[in-house]
Every structure is written in structure tokens, then in C-alpha cells.
């Protein structure tokens, strides 16, 4: 929950290039809201003006703004941060108004809209306003399309939203150093008919992608696939926000991705349909069922969906090492190494030595080993039941039968109705059936013997 304590106001005169903005005949630039904190922003309805269904933004919040003569003005700061990635570490990143991800923009199809840009990096850079259609000199490419925005400065980009959608904002200068650091966000244009597409939740979340090294604090720029932090808006679970829905209300859920590689983003419980793509909305005619969709790198998918069935479903990315935390990729498999005999030997020579991942890793979910100071744990996150075993790109959908509208709050764990619950079994067992009888242990190679036939 969120307060208005969190928003520092940011007085025009303490920024910085006034020479820049004149043309624009701004007298005074708008609000430069800014926020810490990692909660999630309940949904906010505008002020005034055309009414629509607002975004939630994962463990983020939206952008104020202010009209004026028939523009809608806002104010992004592009700066270093420093975001929670989930309790127990933090990282200084690069973003827009004290957060990584930058704050979601929200408006209208048909808005004339006037975004300042001020650069308080200690380098330049631009702003890019992906799937946007806007007149060339506003694209944001920097030595293409405009200069890049020095240090200190402060530039405008002005056009009209034509069309409705999702889209994304992101720097287009130095982009491999400023995208790594965190440097992107929302850019949500609802359309001007509030029932063209209507749902009763709206959500939005970046993926996005760090290498940070355990102890450390700033992300390695340079690495091209090998990260360790697989995030949703910069946070890693147990840090990601819970979806939360009453039953049979209809969702969407809009996820952008700016990582280095695709995800395949699947949702247990329902299935869904993409409806929405960063290029417009999805022909119903064009649509099918999915319970997983791929995001591809510099795409944005519009999920929707009516949730239907009531509990704590599952929501990840399907890349299984993409649901852990920093993790030593470099371990060895031990599954199936009998360890006897040899750690007495190896424990005289290296005294902390100990055997892991002999049965499988599902130890390392309940492990409580000292870690490095500002680092997550691998697998981390408890449930009702236990261990989840997942970190990184892992939350939940909670659906429950009684839940307020506007109600965001995580509603706590399901309450199973009595005997819908998988249980042990503790009766007779039939033998099963088997491919093979080889036993597991046997050094020869297993080989699997059609049935029925005389074999070869
Ligand atoms: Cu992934």
C-alpha cells in the first residue's frame, strides 16, 4: 500500500536546464514524482478527464501528470536508484524516479502528450518509445533521430497517441550499459472507448534480467546471456507481487520483455489468450488458447483470461533456471556420486566442505547455509505446504470467491476445501508397470525391452 509519504515533490527550480525546455514554452516543468519503496501502487483513476479501467503495475506505480492548454505533461528523471530485488538484497541500478523499472505512463488514445525527459546520469542519453507511431524526430534514437541529452539537461518529446495499446520506453544510447542497469518502463494508452476491450484487472510487469555478483551491488554490464537475477519489474521472488482476482472477474495481465532472451510465460489454472501485442490488439478471429506464450526479446503479450477456478496457481517462466536466485552455475551434477568414504578425506584438507545435490537440489530449498552479504538465496519462498523451491521469475495468481473490487491486497494462503487436497497413500499398491528391470545401479547400460515381442 502506498501513501503519498512516499512521493517526494521535486520543485521545478532544483532542475536543470531551462534553455532546453523553453521551446516547448513551459513555464515551469511538471511534478518530477519520484518513489522508493518496491510496494505495489493500488490502480489509479484519473483525476479528471476520460474515465478507464487503470494498470497495476507489479511492485511499481504510475506516473502523475498534469494538463496544460490541452497537453498532458509529464516529468521522468532519468537517475540512479537503488531497488530491493527482494528482502535481504539490494541493487544500484539506473532508472527513472527513484525506481527500476520507471513508472508506469498512463493515457488516453487521442491525448496530445508533452514528456519531459531530465538526465541526472553521468551520462548521456535518450528516451525510445517502443511500438509508438509518432513523427520520426520524437523516435528517440540518439545521433539518428535527435542528440543525445547531455548530463544535466532536460529535453521534450511532444506527439498525439494515435492508437491504443502497450508499449514500452527505454533509453536509445549506450543501450547495452543503460538497459543492463534497469533502464525501461510502461507505456499504457487506453482506449477512448472505456468498453472497447474491457477487463476487471489490469496488470503490467517488466521482464527484466541482472548479473550481480553475491556481496556485490552493480549489475556487470557486459554479460550477453549468463545472468544470475531473473526478475519481474527488478524483483525476484519472494519479492514479486501476487496477482490477485475474484472469481470469474477477467484479467489481463501485459508483460514486456527487454532481457537478452525469451520467455515462455506460463499460468497454471486457465487458459488464456494473447489479445494484445506491442504492435495492436489481436483480432478475436486471430486468437487461441494458450496456457504458455513466448516472450520474445523487444516484445510486449497481453494476456486475457476469466479466472474461473478459486486457489494459489502458479505463474512463471518456464525456463527452469530462470525461477532461481544467484546460483553458482559452475556445480557440479552430483545426483546418483556415492559421497562415502571420501568427506572425511576431503573434510582434513578443506575443513567447510560439505556434499550437496547427491539426492537431487530440492535440499538447497531448505538449506540454511550463511550467504554472502546482499545476495538471495537459490530457491527460496515457503508455501502452506513447505519449500516452493523457486526464486527469480516465480509468483502467484490468487483467486478468491470473496474479494472487494479494487482490493490488491495479497490475500494469504488458500484455504483448501476439505479432501481437494493431493494426500499419501498408505494402502495396498498394485506392482506397477515398468520399461525395464534393470536396476538404476547397474554399471551396464540400461536398455529398454519392447513388451510382447521376442526381442532382439
Ligand atoms: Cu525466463
Same mark, same amino acid.
Given at each position: 500500500m502506498?501513501?503519498?509519504r512516499?512521493?517526494?515533490?521535486c520543485a521545478?527550480?532544483g532542475?536543470?536546464?531551462a534553455?532546453?525546455v523553453?521551446?516547448a ?12 519503496s518496491?510496494?505495489m ?14 494498470v497495476?503495475?507489479?511492485n511499481?506505480?504510475t506516473?502523475p ?5 490541452g ?6 528523471v532519468?537517475?540512479?536508484v537503488?531497488?530491493e530485488?527482494a ?10 524516479n527513484?525506481q ?11 491525448d496530445?502528450?508533452?514528456i ?9 542519453t535518450?528516451?525510445h518509445?517502443h511500438?509508438?507511431?509518432?513523427p ?6 540518439g ?9 544535466g539537461?532536460?529535453?521534450v518529446?511532444e ?5 491504443s495499446g502497450? /508499449?514500452m520506453? !527505454?533509453?536509445?544510447?549506450d543501450? %547495452?550499459?543503460? @538497459?543492463a542497469m534497469?533502464?525501461m518502463?510502461?507505456l499504457v +494508452?487506453h482506449?477512448?472507448?472505456?468498453d472497447?476491450?474491457?477487463v ?7 521482464i ?28 525476484a521472488?519472494?519479492g514479486?507481487?501476487s ?6 472477474e ?8 527487454l532481457t ?12 488464456f ?12 478471429s486471430?486468437?487461441?488458447?494458450e496456457?504458455?506464450?513466448d ?6 503479450r497481453?494476456?486475457?483470461f ?8 502458479a /505463474?512463471h517462466? !518456464?525456463k527452469?533456471?530462470?525461477? %532461481?536466485n544467484? @546460483?553458482?552455475?559452475d556445480?557440479?551434477?552430483m545426483?546418483? +556420486?556415492d ?6 578425506k ?10 550437496m ?22 530457491m527460496?519462498?515457503m ?6 523451491e523457486?526464486?527469480g ?7 478468491r470467491?470473496k474479494?472487494?473490487?479494487?482490493d490488491?491486497?495479497d490475500?494469504?494462503p488458500y484455504?483448501?476445501?476439505k479432501?481437494?487436497?493431493a494426500y ?7 506392482e506397477?508397470?515398468?520399461?525395464s528391470?534393470?536396476?538404476a ?5 540400461t536398455?529398454i ?8
Amino acid at each position: 500500500m502506498t501513501n503519498r509519504r512516499d512521493f517526494l515533490q521535486c520543485a521545478a527550480a532544483g532542475l536543470l536546464g531551462a534553455a532546453t525546455v523553453s521551446r516547448a514554452g513551459a513555464a515551469g516543468l511538471p511534478e518530477a514524482a519520484t518513489r522508493s519503496s518496491a510496494d505495489m501502487q493500488p490502480p489509479q483513476h484519473p483525476q479528471s478527464g476520460r474515465p478507464y479501467q487503470p494498470v497495476a503495475t507489479l511492485n511499481g506505480w504510475t506516473l502523475p501528470w498534469r494538463m496544460k492548454n490541452g497537453w498532458k505533461e509529464f516529468h521522468l528523471v532519468a537517475e540512479p536508484v537503488v531497488r530491493e530485488i527482494a528482502p535481504g538484497m539490494k541493487a544500484r541500478l539506473w532508472g527513472y524516479n527513484g525506481q527500476s523499472p520507471g513508472p508506469t505512463i498512463e493515457c488516453v488514445e487521442g491525448d496530445k502528450v508533452r514528456i519531459f525527459v531530465t538526465n541526472k546520469l553521468p551520462e548521456h542519453t535518450t528516451v525510445h518509445w517502443h511500438g509508438i507511431l509518432l513523427p520520426n524526430g520524437m523516435d528517440g534514437v540518439g545521433g539518428l533521430n535527435q542528440p543525445q541529452i547531455k548530463p544535466g539537461k532536460t529535453f521534450v518529446y511532444e506527439f498525439e497517441m494515435t492508437k491504443s495499446g502497450t /508499449f514500452m520506453y !527505454h533509453p536509445h544510447a549506450d543501450e %547495452m550499459t543503460q @538497459m543492463a542497469m534497469g533502464m525501461m518502463g510502461f507505456l499504457v +494508452v487506453h482506449p477512448k472507448n472505456p468498453d472497447f476491450m474491457r477487463v476487471d484487472r489490469d496488470y503490467v510487469f517488466l521482464i527484466n534480467a541482472y548479473d550481480i555478483d553475491p556481496g556485490s551491488y552493480t549489475p556487470k554490464i557486459n554479460t550477453m546471456t549468463d545472468f544470475n537475477l531473473w526478475t519481474w519489474n527488478s524483483r525476484a521472488f519472494p519479492g514479486i507481487d501476487s496477482l490477485v482476482a475474484r472469481t470469474n472477474e477477467r484479467v489481463r495481465i501485459r508483460i514486456g520483455n527487454l532481457t537478452m532472451t525469451n520467455h515462455p510465460i506460463h499460468l497454471h489454472g486457465v487458459n488464456f489468450e494473447v489479445t494484445c501485442t506491442d504492435g495492436g490488439w489481436v483480432p478475436r478471429s486471430a486468437r487461441w488458447p494458450e496456457v504458455t506464450t513466448d516472450v520474445a526479446v523487444g516484445q510486449m503479450r497481453a494476456i486475457e483470461f476469466v479466472a474461473n477456478r478459486p486457489g494459489d496457481w502458479a /505463474f512463471h517462466c !518456464h525456463k527452469s533456471h530462470h525461477t %532461481m536466485n544467484a @546460483m553458482g552455475h559452475d556445480v557440479p551434477t552430483m545426483i546418483g +556420486v556415492d559421497h562415502r568414504g571420501i568427506v572425511d578425506k576431503i573434510q582434513k584438507l578443506v575443513p567447510d566442505y560439505m556434499v550437496m545435490g547427491d539426492r537431487g537440489m530440492a535440499d538447497m530449498g531448505e538449506m540454511e547455509m550463511p550467504l554472502p552479504d546482499n545476495t538471495l538465496p537459490m530457491m527460496t519462498g515457503m508455501g502452506q505446504f513447505g519449500p516452493i523451491e523457486m526464486g527469480g521469475m516465480f509468483t502467484t495468481f490468487k483467486v478468491r470467491d470473496k474479494l472487494q473490487p479494487g482490493d490488491y491486497k495479497d490475500p494469504g494462503p488458500y484455504q483448501y476445501p476439505k479432501g481437494t487436497v493431493a494426500y499419501e497413500w498408505t494402502g495396498e499398491l498394485a506392482e506397477p508397470t515398468r520399461a525395464s528391470t534393470a536396476k538404476a545401479d547397474d554399471k551396464t547400460v540400461t536398455v529398454i525391452k519392447p513388451s510382447g515381442h521376442g526381442g532382439h
